[in-house]
């Protein structure tokens, strides 16, 4: 006998249907193939030692300091250890439990969901002089060439936007912005390029969204993430797909000390408000975006996206859009023009993580990555 380690993003189905299991035997190996760890923060002791033995009884485990026992502390933080099949099984046990652990349950079961895992790409063009990058500004003139070939190089969404939303960034009356890029709207809409590829506007002023909804886009990109009523209404009126993204502040001033008593809890609260928001607006397809750059430090951006799969539990596509941001620079003293490997580097870990959607500049080159991704999950002993 000899003995293979295989790769753990490995494609589950792939490999049991290559060793010859049963389609019934697929369905009970598949779920105890990926093991799981969950950061449980503030759970009542009680709560902790009940799941402790429950966690045990049936092979998972849940790391919790050693005088959890004694009842020494009101909560405590711990890590909770299991595969799918085992977190099945204790999301219908815990059902039953005292100390918030019924609550525990119900959160539970939303990880256990099918997540979709297709991805697409969101090519970036910007119709304005101050964005950060500059390769991605485009005069009316040329930005419809750089779309089609934008097309062509296989991205599945155009992102257009005529102001800049970097840090420090000005503020530009909605007029203004309208002026900049009605004349690039009329074209795309008059060349019929929305039948090609989605369209979306990465804009926060109603003027201006209305103006593309009504000439072939179908993507409200809002970096207020929903902030204006009168927003929300033109995305229920135009059965629109919305792009709530997170932001500390506003472009001005987020980059100012941004802080969070926990990064990831604290984006949760804010998705949890702005999804309700837009649901009872009557927006049925929302994306999320945690907003990288927005507000955050090197160290939050980071936490996000490696742990982008805790915001699986909305059971709504997400997106990271990283694209030679000045994070690169701070990990690899870099040009904007020299990120790109940095940019390929998180946004492919963004994928592993749960990732729908890659906002960037360079669509040829994330192309070309995805598909050797793709390849090499796809690829079995």
Do not use: W
Request: with cysteine.
């Amino acid at each position: 006998m000899k003995i293979i380690k295989l790769d753990s993003q490995i494609d589950r189905d792939l490999i049991l249907n290559k060793i010859g299991s049963t389609e019934a035997g697929i369905q009970i190996m598949r779920d105890k193939m990926y093991t799981h760890c969950f950061y449980l923060k503030d759970i009542k002791t009680p709560a902790a030692n009940i799941l402790k033995q429950d966690a045990l009884s049936i092979g998972a485990d849940l790391a919790v300091e050693k005088d959890t026992i004694l009842y020494k502390e009101e909560t405590i933080d711990a890590l909770l250890i299991a595969t799918d099949k085992q977190l099945k099984t204790l999301s219908r046990k815990e059902l039953a439990q005292p100390f918030g652990l019924k609550g525990f349950a119900k959160e539970l079961k939303k990880y256990l969901k099918k997540h979709d895992t297709s991805t697409q790409i969101m090519g970036v063009l910007n119709a304005n002089e101050d964005s950060f990058h500059q390769s991605s500004r485009f005069s009316q003139t040329s930005a419809i060439t750089r779309v089609e070939q934008m097309i062509e190089e296989g991205a599945d969404i155009i992102d257009i936007g005529a102001v800049s939303s970097r840090p420090g960034s000005e503020i530009v009356d909605a007029n203004e912005e309208l002026n900049r890029i009605a004349p690039i709207i009329d074209v795309l809409y008059k060349q019929k390029l929305y039948e090609r590829a989605a369209f979306s506007l990465d804009s926060y002023e109603p003027i201006v969204i209305e103006y593309a909804l009504d000439r072939g886009f179908s993507i409200i990109n809002d970096i207020t993430g929903l902030s204006n009523n009168i927003v929300a209404e033109l995305a229920s009126k135009y059965n629109a797909t919305v792009v709530l993204m997170h932001m500390l502040g506003t472009p001005q001033g987020m980059q100012n000390s941004p802080s969070y008593e926990n990064v990831l809890l604290d984006i949760e609260a804010f998705f949890e408000k702005r999804v309700q928001k837009a649901k009872d607006f009557g927006i049925s397809d929302i994306v999320l975006d945690i907003g990288i750059g927005f507000g955050k430090t090197l160290t939050h951006n980071l936490q996000l996206i490696k742990h982008l799969s805790h915001f699986q539990k909305f059971g709504l596509p997400l997106l990271v859009g990283a694209s030679r941001k000045s994070m690169i620079n701070t990990i690899s003293p870099s040009l904007i023009d020299e990120r790109l490997a940095g940019t390929l580097a998180l946004h492919l870990k963004a994928l592993d993580e749960g990732a729908n959607i890659i906002r960037c500049h360079d669509v040829k080159e994330h192309k070309q990555a995805f598909k050797v991704r793709d390849a090499l999950n796809g690829t079995i002993i």
